[in-house]
């Protein structure tokens, strides 16, 4: 997810979270404007958006 120190204004939304058996999936988006280094990229000032859909399995 976003790092905060790199994104000022960041936001947050967890769209849908889903359990079966041992198993969870969560779909989600963050955003923000690029205000900081970020894995050794310097701050663009671009608003970006990131989405994902992990699926954690707990044994």
């Known amino acids: 997810m976003l790092r905060h120190g790199a994104f000022a204004d960041h936001d947050k939304t967890l769209f849908d ?6 198993a969870v999936a ?3 988006r963050a955003r923000g404007h ?6 050794g990229k310097p701050p ?3 608003y970006v958006t990131f989405c994902g859909l992990p699926v954690k ?3």
């Open 44 to 46: 663009s000032g671009r």
């Open 17 to 22: 979270q889903i359990a079966e058996g041992n």
């Open 34 to 39: 690029h205000t900081k280094a970020l894995l």
């Open 26 to 28: 969560t779909r989600w």
């Open 57 to 59: 399995a707990h044994c």
